[in-house]
């Protein structure tokens, strides 16, 4: 084809980034991921069994954390685009000053205090306190995408770095919190959990000091852009706007439900390994298991999507789980097949994980084609996603201490009664299963085909171009 006119090649080499600059704008996204799994694996297990809390206050703990979670996205995202720019950008101070009290509140989290009578207002407390923080940081740095760059491609390969360090972030959060706690855990010493203490102690002041390198790679490796950035919306009316449009509506329901099961099946996992099925010394491997496949299923998501299509994709990441969670708990315990079962989980959680990513963009096209005025509100549809999914874990886990109450749960017991191997079972199998199902079945109306998707894109497509010849032509003119 004809060369391209000399200000747009300057145009695309002065918006380029340097393969360093994807990477350390990549590893801001691993604190988030290793220190929310963490304590999505591990912090009901150590309220229950070291920090010896009533399984009633342990749910309460758990819910009201994750629901305060969800609650401080929006309010920080509104508070973000109302902050004033500085030198270092409008983004990376929220980074940077957040990050010293994140990392202290994230330790006393897993600090057992000395003192009884305050015990659960302390890790309530911490806990708040830690995922407002976090939010502080995450929130912008998911922000930050649109600020590094203001050519598409470059930041959806900035996006594909970052995934595949979370992807990682999560492993090592699994990693690290498992190895270190795994080498205590002995529920059944009778006397002080003192060994155990340390343990998660020392797993996370390994987290902390990773949390603050990260945080320093990323504000030293990227530059952030000034950008424009639409005027904030309040949060009703944001909600209004985005679950307005029927497509993105029934896509959070999807993955709502789907959502919430494979959270079940997290939350207890930790739990059903060790009491119910016996193996107290093995189980931070068996979760290690879970992430590893998970990582290695991303690529074959990927291709699998792009071959059959993301809806066939959701139903067969969904489905992919179903047996194994069956025969988890119909076998008799059994170290191989609990593997065998955490490895195909992990296939599917790697679905659970990657396919919302990959459709929310597919949606936000939607609401621009049949919204062509409303511009600027694609962070929303993104925030209220993660919204939902948070207060869902939330819930999830909140009702699953709490049914560990009903049973008559005994913290550091040594056996638990029947009721307990019984719930556990429901939780990790049978209420996970049924919420999956009811997403697929909403999934079935989801109008979004591959080729709608398609016509979408190409009929953006053109408008982009449109608009690009305009202001190409207006700045030749101004050239000239």
């Known amino acids: 084809g004809p060369a391209e006119p000399e200000h747009v090649l300057k145009h695309e080499h002065r918006n380029k980034l340097s393969v360093c600059n994807k990477i350390c704008y990549a590893v801001g996204g691993a604190p988030y991921q290793i220190t929310g799994c963490a304590l999505g694996f ?3 297990i150590y309220l229950l069994d070291v920090a010896q809390l009533d399984p009633f206050y342990a749910s309460i703990i758990l819910f009201v954390g994750r629901a305060w979670d969800a609650v401080t996205d929006p309010t920080v995202g509104f508070l973000v685009s109302r902050s004033p720019w500085t030198r270092f950008g409008r983004m990376l101070p929220w980074v940077v000053l957040s990050t010293p009290l994140a990392v202290l509140s994230y330790f006393l ?16 407390f911490f806990y708040c306190i830690f995922q407002t923080l976090q939010t502080c940081f995450h929130v912008p740095y998911s922000a930050l995408t649109m600020f590094i760059s203001s050519e598409q491609k470059e930041r959806d390969s900035a996006t594909a770095y970052r995934m595949t360090v979370e992807v990682l972030g999560t492993v090592l959060g699994t990693a690290i919190q498992g190895q270190i706690v795994g080498m205590a855990t002995a529920p059944c010493l009778p006397g002080p959990a003192d060994i ?8 996370s002041g390994v987290i902390c000091i990773i949390y603050v390198l990260c945080a320093i790679v990323l504000f030293f490796g990227v530059r952030e852009k000034k ?7 309040g949060f009703f009316q944001g909600i209004k706007l985005v679950m307005g449009h029927g497509p993105y509506a029934k896509l959070v329901m999807v993955f709502l439900f789907t959502s919430l099961g494979f959270m079940l099946l997290e939350g207890n996992f930790a739990l059903f390994c060790s009491s119910t099925l016996g193996f107290r010394n093995d189980f931070q491997n068996i979760l290690l298991a879970i992430m590893l496949s998970a990582t290695l299923a991303i690529p074959f998501w990927q291709w699998f999507l792009t071959r059959f299509g993301k809806k066939t994709a959701v139903c067969a990441g969904s489905l ?5 969670m069956i025969l988890v708990v119909c076998m ?13 989980a992990g296939v599917g959680v790697a679905a659970a994980f990657l396919l919302p990513w990959s459709m929310l963009p597919d949606v936000v096209d939607d ?5 062509p005025d409303s511009t600027g509100h694609e962070a929303l549809f993104y925030s209220f996603y993660v919204f939902f999914t948070k207060f869902a874990s939330g819930v999830s886990l909140g ?31 049978a209420a996970p299963i049924g919420l999956i199902l009811i997403g697929l079945v909403i999934l079935y109306w989801y109008p979004i085909t591959e080729e709608r998707r398609q016509g979408n894109r190409k009929l953006l497509q053109e408008l982009r171009d449109e608009a690009d010849s305009e202001t190409d032509s207006t700045e030749l003119v101004n050239m000239i």
């Open 332 to 344: 008799k315990s059994n170290l191989i097949i609990t593997y065998i079962v955490s490895f195909a």
């Open 196 to 203: 155990a203490k340390t343990a998660y102690m020392i797993a």
């Open 227 to 233: 950008g424009e950035t639409s005027e904030p919306m």
């Open 42 to 44: 591990f912090l009901q």
């Open 367 to 371: 609401f621009q084609v049949q919204n």
């Open 109 to 124: 989290i897993w600090f057992v205090p000395p003192f009884e009578e305050g015990k659960v207002i302390w890790y309530l």
């Open 399 to 429: 009702i699953s201490t709490l049914s560990l109450d009903f049973a008559g749960y005994i913290s550091r017991g040594c056996s638990q009664p029947e009721e307990v191997a019984i719930t556990l079972k429901v939780l990790v199998s």
């Open 320 to 324: 992919s789980v179903v047996p194994f």
